[in-house]
């Protein structure tokens, strides 16, 4: 049996300090040019214009010769969360004038010498999902460039029966065949830092061996002609640190799921092109479906460890955004290159999934608060920072700024005016331009529904793609179904976002998840203890609202009403048999879906193939090594040496013990824990003596078995 790991190529990887100077910037063959320059100056001018435009109107709009306490928080309020739309208006009007321009510019692309790894982190994941996807990328590259890649499964996986479930998917795969596209296998026995150790940990151990390494998540799937472009372009630009994609959602079966793919692809391309364009060579990283160069990683992307505990201090948990700040600071360029196909990811299958991520990537962006005025980061970087921390505080600004209007109301209906609060022959009469609020009403909705505007214009102008949605008809139907949607969506999203930034200042941290993969069906008793808080607030509101003003009603009826449908909107965005009756009338349909490119066709074959496999999902982890020979003694030799005069582990104790005292693996399995199995599985001694187990025509002697470990 032999390990499933390469010989080791260890790089060193120091960890770097909040505070660093910025390095020079290494040598381009694309230098900063002015398009770039006025794309941040169109980005920016158009945002100071509009805010300006909006507060100006809106302190016309509140101004009663005086402007009192709750008016003033109204305004900040108000211009805040202004702003903030405007800046996401002024990228998507950005983004649609590079979609339609005619003259598009080739990147560099030049031959690649050597081999580039694509490392894959798992965490408790369906292994057979992502068996097929490495199954599909691998027989892709190996037509298309052998001996070019190599994969690596980089396993966080903590609990025991995922491990090994992953161990009995992954290992018939395994090879380390350097001619074609070896593919091996590495599980941590201490997964510190998340995802960000578990990649650092493969770049010290064996990053020397590769110029570059490509990082997915673990329902990443890339096509062979989007893998070796990346590595081209890369080759072509020896000053690039990284390059990003533009993943496109794919295999989306709920409702919510489907409204997410449908904009990630009508959308989508909308904000990447804008986001490219003021970006330039300081451009972000989202964690996966991008290529980094593995020195220049190594050299520059050693997280600091913020002061404090979690969920503010400790290992830093949004990592990607700071790889990318860190590579910039050392002087590397980041890019983002849209232009690449056949990179797909899923998305999160219902809103209560939606919100379980949400929990942990917000405190990952609030802890950026500790970079955005640190030393050495460009502008553009401050910028990502600021997007990212501002993309759940806006939750809270929005709350903020409709209390602060209830309130208002409450004080106009409740409190008399002081028509001579100041002395005077004339009374002070309250002025309120409902003209200009109307106006302003209008302005803002226009700048938040603007970019899907543009998206189905950019589609509608299209004649290939826009016959890859349905056709014109499809197309509009489907634009204004998800807007509808998204918008009896967004107060729940806006409610739950808050209720996360309010956890995260109170202190208490997310941990570490899995992200869920199946199709979200939750049930009604769910869906009512997770929205029961948003049902409650939106009968209120309501009624409130209706109490004080049918105007003021009908007003807030975009936010009352979703928020009172919340539980029902809840229970229809997960489950492929529910809300998804959307996608048999034809709406909201993905150009994949009818012509689905090459290596999702192999992914679904390979897919389907997972079905004649001969697993028992349900069985335990030792079951399965114990009624699988060959597998367990490629698990024995994947096991370092025990470390000798080890520390008091109570669970090596107890399951030691239970192994020699039972007669049968049912027995063992009937008074093991959680921690006893992971003890016998991660020790070498205590899996060894598991041997007794086996069927006894398949177990080994002791010579045999050395000779087998060697």
Known sequence: MKPALPIRAPLDMPRHDVNEASQARKLRVQHFNVTTFLARLFVLASTLALSWYGATEMYDVLNTNAIAGLQWAFLVLFCINFTWISFAFSQATLGVVFQLWPFSRRRHEQD?????????????????????????????????????????????????????????????????????????????????????????????????????????????????????????????????????????????????????QFANHCFGPIYASGLAAWHGYSSNFWGHNAIIRTKAFADACGLPILEGKAPFGGHVMSHDFMEAALLRRAGWGVRFDTDLTASYEEAPPS????????????????????????????????????????????????????????????????????????????????????????????????????????????????????????????????????????????PILMLSQFQVVYDVFKGRDSGWKPQSRDDGATSWKVAARAHCSHTLLGLGLAGGALFLSKELFYWSLPISFGLILSIPLSWLSGGAKRGNVIHYLGLMRAPEEKRPHPIIAMQSRYDNDQAELDFDRAASSLKRLSSDPELFYWHLAQMPIDEPNKEFCRAWICAEWQILNSNNIQSLLDHLNEKECLAILQHRELMAAMAKYLPDQQRVGALAEREALA
């Open 351 to 490: 809103l209560v999934d939606v919100i379980v991520r949400d929990r942990r990537w917000c405190q990952g962006n609030l802890q950026h608060k500790a970079f955005v005025f640190a030393k050495g980061f460009h502008i553009a970087t401050r910028l990502h920072l600021l997007s990212g921390i501002m993309s759940y505080l806006s939750a809270v600004f929005w709350l903020m700024l409709i209390v602060v209007g209830f309130a208002l109301a409450v004080q106009a209906y409740f409190v008399r005016p002081e028509y001579f609060a100041n002395p005077s022959l004339f009374p002070t009469w309250p002025v309120f331009d409902f003209e200009k609020a109307r106006s302003l009403f209008i302005l803002s909705m226009a700048l938040v529904l603007a970019p899907k505007a543009y998206g189905w214009l950019s589609a509608m102008l299209n004649v290939r793609r826009c016959m890859q949605f349905g056709g014109p008809i499809l197309l509009t139907l489907s634009t204004l179904a998800e807007t509808i949607l998204s918008a009896l969506y967004a």
């Open 112 to 260: 690649v010498e050597g081999v580039t790894a694509i490392l894959l982190p798992v965490y408790n994941e369906d292994p057979l999902r992502i068996r097929a996807n490495i199954q599909a990328m691998h027989e892709d590259l190996m037509i298309q460039a052998p001996g070019k890649f190599a994969f690596f499964i980089l396993s966080d996986t903590n609990r025991a029966d995922a491990w090994v479930a992953e161990e009995q998917a992954f290992y018939p795969l395994l090879n380390d065949d350097a001619a074609a596209c070896p593919i091996y296998y590495r599980r941590r026995y201490h997964n510190a830092e998340r995802k960000a150790g578990n990649i650092a940990e493969w770049v010290t151990g064996y990053g020397d061996d590769y110029e570059c390494m490509i990082v997915l998540d673990a329902d990443s799937l890339m096509g062979a002609e989007c893998l070796i472009s990346l590595t081209r372009r890369m080759a072509a630009e020896p000053g690039l640190g990284l390059i990003q994609t533009l993943p496109t959602i794919i295999r989306a079966n709920t409702l919510y799921s489907r409204i997410q």
